[in-house]
């Protein structure tokens, strides 16, 4: 079984859509969790991270939490263009080794 | 730009040569990390330095050597590479390597050096 499960994608909305990624993980212990975007060619860059079950929302990026299902998502409102790319889902316990555990990654495709 | 500095950006060599990687971070951080990554393969972390001590080893073969001379530099010395270490090598650094609060995941990475071992 795999640490962090995304899948792979890819994943196609129309421009202007709610595009969701869903990432699940199997290490009951973990704390925090992050979202990582990368462009084609270009190294990941964090976009959002939480800690706490329930949503955080940063602009048109919304992350939710659920520990007890052992799942972390991110929306994308009104989803652009320049938001197609890879999106890896990254999780976090300190008592693991202190490990960052990685997801393999959703491509996102956004269509004019 | 992330403050992360990585050279050089391509780079080719033969299984016998020897290179080496250099990372540069400017945001005051703690912690500097090598990751490689491959296709169809999450991102693999190599070697983690803590305020210029070596806090991680993941198993990573002898031809693969770190080196932080301070906080802010974070060398990776390769020699006799095989043609399957041909990867995007990312350098990163975060706030600190450990703590609850989980400052050690937010990453800041270079924009990487592509390697081809032939």
């Known amino acids: 079984q795999k640490e962090v499960e995304q899948n792979s994608g890819p994943l196609s909305v129309p421009e202007g859509a709610i595009a969701s990624l869903n990432c699940t993980y199997s290490?009951?212990?973990?704390?925090?969790f992050f979202w990582y975007r990368q462009y084609s060619g270009k190294s990941p860059e964090l976009i959002m991270f939480?800690?706490s079950n329930g949503d955080k929302e940063d602009g048109r990026f919304t992350a939710q939490l659920n520990k007890a299902s052992q799942y972390v998502s991110l929306l994308i409102r009104d989803s652009q263009p320049s938001d197609s790319a890879t999106y890896l889902c990254?999780?976090?316990?300190?008592?693991?080794?202190?490990?960052?555990?990685w997801g393999l990654g959703t491509s996102l495709a956004v269509n004019p | 730009e992330t403050g992360v500095t990585q050279t050089p950006r391509h780079l080719v060599m033969g299984m016998t040569n020897k290179k080496s990687l250099k990372c540069e971070q400017h945001?005051?951080?703690?912690?500097m990390y090598w990751y490689k990554q491959s296709a169809k393969k999450p991102l693999e972390l190599m070697f983690v330095?803590?305020?210029?001590?070596?806090?991680e080893n993941n198993s990573v073969p002898s031809r693969f050597s770190p080196e932080c001379p301070n906080s802010s530099h974070l060398f990776l010395h390769l020699h006799t590479l095989q043609p399957e270490d041909s990867a995007l090598y990312l350098c990163?650094?975060?706030?600190?390597?450990?703590?609850?609060?989980?400052?050690?995941?937010?990453?800041?990475f270079g924009e990487g050096s592509r390697l081809t071992v032939l």
């Open positions: 939480i800690y």
């Open positions: 290490d009951r212990g973990s704390q925090s």
């Open positions: 990254a999780v976090y316990n300190a008592g693991n080794n202190r490990k960052l555990i």
């Open positions: 330095y803590s305020l210029e001590e070596r806090v």
């Open positions: 945001l005051g951080h703690n912690a």
């Open positions: 990163a650094s975060s706030q600190d390597s450990a703590g609850l609060a989980g400052r050690a995941g937010e990453l800041f």
